[in-house]
């Protein structure tokens, strides 16, 4: 009796997991497709770090005079333009300055290092030369490279992400007649994080020699930046063609 329950059992067993399979995998064929929908732009936003830092006995002197370049800094920047919210602090910090000394053989505390990183906000490209002056002239220590973007960032992924998800579709729909049937529905879409090429950064020490006192003002023009999403898509393939 109980081998008779088993062998049903195992034909029950056998029955279900079959047709769990088939709803799993599904018998209708699918097509599978993956693209990528592109957009270029013309940046018109900039954004560049500049650090002031000092270095003295104590931690208090190497605080205070980094504070009076960043007072000075703030000063040339709403100068230029620059509003106090598109200046803020990105890091701060006092830290202790060791050197090892060999014929010694350990550290000796040499005196503590001050800085203040701030990170500019340029909304309009045509002031970024005037705002990087600003800030070299001001007397900061570094300017860090300088990046590009758009106001129109994401008006223009999606613009990208619609471009992406239609060349799946034609990809899928000569796919689908290659193969001797049509396209159906989509069953799925996934989209990926869009990728955004920056033009080349303008390097530090470029910007920091072409903006002296007596020097013409530093000028500033990005090449096109491309802003790209891509998609993968699921669809349904019919085996009869289009008529």
């Known amino acids: 009796m109980n081998a008779l329950k088993l062998l049903v059992f195992a034909l029950w067993a056998f029955v279900f997991l079959s047709g769990y399979s088939t ?9 599978v497709v993956s693209a990528t929908g592109k957009v270029s732009v013309k940046p018109d936003m900039a954004e560049f770090g500049v650090l002031v830092k000092s270095v003295a ?3 208090d002197q190497a ?22 919210e598109d200046a803020p602090t990105a890091s701060y910090t006092v830290s202790p300055q060791w050197e ?24 309009n490209l045509a002031s970024a030369g005037k705002a990087v002056d600003a800030a070299v002239q001001s007397g900061a220590d570094e300017v860090h490279q300088i990046t ?12 990208a992400l619609a471009a992406a998800v239609s060349n ?10 290659a193969a001797g049937g049509r396209l159906g529905g989509v069953i799925e879409l996934t989209v990926g994080q869009p990728l955004y090429r920056p033009a080349p950064s303008m390097d530090m020490m470029t910007m920091k020699a072409a903006a002296p006192e007596a020097a013409p003002p530093t000028e500033i023009a990005p090449a096109e ?19």
């Open 225 to 243: 930046q491309d802003i790209a999403v891509s998609v993968s898509s699921m669809w349904k393939f019919l085996g009869t063609p289009a008529r």
């Open 23 to 31: 709803a799993l995998y599904g018998e209708e064929p699918r097509i």
């Open 148 to 159: 590009f973007t758009s106001s129109r960032y994401d008006e223009l992924r999606r613009q």
């Open 168 to 177: 799946a579709r034609s990809d899928a729909e000569i796919m689908a007649k």
């Open 63 to 84: 605080a205070v005079r980094t504070a009076e370049k960043y007072r000075a800094l703030q000063q040339a920047l709403r100068a230029a333009g620059i509003p106090v």
């Open 57 to 59: 006995k104590n931690a």
């Open 100 to 123: 090892w000394v060999q014929t010694e053989g350990r550290s000796v505390l040499k005196g503590y290092a001050a800085q203040h990183l701030v990170m500019v906000k340029v909304r």
